[in-house]
């Protein structure tokens, strides 16, 4: 229940895990690895954040979206094996983000979600590869989509 | 044979897999774990579909490209693992999109790759973490290329 | 000390590995399998190579770009498990390619990393699966950015 305080703390309630908008499912185990279905900034059911960074978007509310996209992350996984408790490992996340030309902080953006992986997790477990970068269109215009591989008990 | 079976009653042959266009290999191994190149649109050599979609393309004639792609993701595990009988599951399906800025109906065409992928190989084995979004500019002007990760025995 | 005598002989002196440009490692390790963050063609903590491919940049400068950042993947596994020789296979290699619409030589663009990776490991353990794609934008306004899977001993 360690991590589930943690989230208690950062007055975090995970949700439902988003079902997802078409033919597959959110979550394959092989191994003790997870492949995530990509998430977006899904809240009760509706999307949060729509349209591109640096158009009608801030990098700052990309951030947020970043996040929510991450959280979506926790409820799926929590779903699946039961207790975010047995993550052990944090191992590659993908940050697609919808941008204007032009745009090029990505980086920052995909930090809303990076962060929010360490705080809860700490260090050795929440750290993890990333590559953020931008795409012209994502589903639903949603402005971030995020896409995990994790390693659990 | 089952699978093959099943690919008949479907109506499918399955094509000699497309060479890779450029200096990488169709199929990689690790333990149990196949990492697959991305596959194109390609029937006997061709590019079937290109131009994006919500431009040249209709949503239902990208879903089409999809399903081609993942025609050829199968004949290419099959030529590397002699019988597509022996694929566990199917984990992780990218569907790269291209798309003018304004469609947002991404999920709709990855399904022409994931609802086939369920029609072969059943729920438990085909079902699969998914992530679809958008690009500008797809290799060849190609609609659709998808990207795959794959258990077997 | 095999490859390290490779690079040498290419005339590669490994970089010290760049810096994520944000709140992520540049390396997860989940058993033998290594995932790695985005790299960018970045030289001495500078990126060499900004603007699209088919606007600013040629397909050649492109190339080198992807060249760059397969050195910096390098690097990055060099400092994490030690020493190249304990490569055991470059599994899955993306190649993310800034770029106009209309410019679609990606697969010529993602050569420069594919044909380093086995010109420096040689076939058996460089050759990999590979995606190559369009963006519209990269983070920083990079060129080009590359992502690997690999196992290790």
Redesign the interface.
């Known amino acids: 229940m360690k991590i589930e305080q943690k989230l208690q703390e950062l007055g975090i309630t995970l949700p439902k895990a988003p079902k997802?908008?078409?033919?597959?499912?959110?979550?394959?185990q092989?191994?003790?690895?997870l492949?995530?279905?990509?998430q977006l900034p899904m809240v009760d059911g509706k999307l949060q954040y729509t349209g591109k960074v640096g158009g009608e978007r801030t990098a700052e509310e990309g951030s947020v979206a970043a996040k929510i996209c991450a959280i979506n992350a926790l409820a799926a996984i929590n779903e699946h094996i039961g207790s975010l408790d047995k993550v052990k490992?944090?191992?590659?996340?993908?940050v697609?983000i919808a941008?204007?030309?032009?745009?090029?902080?990505?980086?920052?953006v995909?930090?809303g979600a990076?962060?929010f992986f360490?705080e809860v997790f700490g260090q050795e477990i929440g750290?993890?590869?990333?590559?953020?970068?931008?795409?012209?269109?994502?589903?639903?215009?949603?402005t971030v989509?995020i896409?995990l591989?994790v390693?659990v008990e």
């Open positions: 997802p908008v078409a033919a597959y499912v959110p979550v394959k092989s191994g003790n690895t492949y995530l279905s990509g490992s944090i191992l590659k996340l993908q697609f941008s204007v030309v032009g745009f090029d902080g990505q980086p920052e995909a930090n990076s962060e360490v750290s993890h590869a990333r590559s953020a970068l931008g795409t012209n269109q994502l589903p639903r215009d949603a989509e896409d591989v390693e």
